[in-house]
C-alpha cells in the first residue's frame, strides 16, 4: 500500500513563504516524476510544478521566478518551496508521483490527501 502524506500548509500574508513536504510511504520500488498540483475554490485541479527522477523540473508561468520543487530520493520526499506567495494561490494543494511498487510491475499514480494553503491580502 503506497500512501502521500502532505504537510506544511496553512495561513500565511500575501508576500510570505510556506514550505510544503509530500513523503510517500509504503511498498516501493521505485518513484518517477513527483508533482504538485492545487484546487481553488470552484476552479479545476491545476498542475503547478512537478520534477522527474533525475531532477528536471518544470512549473506553470504564475508561480515561476516564486516557487521551487525539490524532492530527496534517499527520503521519498518532494518539497515545494513558496516564495512571495499571492492571494490567488490560496488552494488545497496535492502531491502526486508516478510510483512502481514492485519490479516489473507498472508504474501507478498515487495522490495525498492535500494540504491547505490561504495567503490574505
Known amino acids: 500500500q503506497v500512501r502521500l502524506v502532505e504537510s506544511g500548509g496553512g495561513l500565511v500574508q500575501a508576500g510570505g513563504s510556506l514550505r510544503l513536504s509530500c513523503e510517500a510511504s509504503g511498498i516501493i520500488f521505485n518513484i518517477n516524476t513527483m508533482g504538485w498540483y492545487r484546487q481553488a475554490p470552484g476552479k479545476q485541479r491545476e498542475l503547478v510544478a512537478d520534477i522527474t527522477n533525475v531532477g528536471s523540473t518544470s512549473y506553470i508561468d504564475s508561480v515561476k521566478g516564486r516557487f521551487t520543487i525539490s524532492r530527496d530520493n534517499a527520503k521519498k520526499m518532494a518539497y515545494l518551496q513558496m516564495n512571495s506567495l499571492k492571494p490567488e494561490d490560496t488552494a488545497v494543494y496535492y502531491c502526486?508521483?508516478?510510483?512502481?511498487?514492485?519490479?516489473?510491475?507498472?508504474?501507478?499514480?498515487?495522490w495525498g490527501q492535500g494540504t491547505r494553503v490561504t495567503v490574505s491580502s
Open positions: 502526486a508521483a508516478t510510483i512502481v511498487a514492485r519490479l516489473g510491475s507498472l508504474p501507478s499514480a498515487y
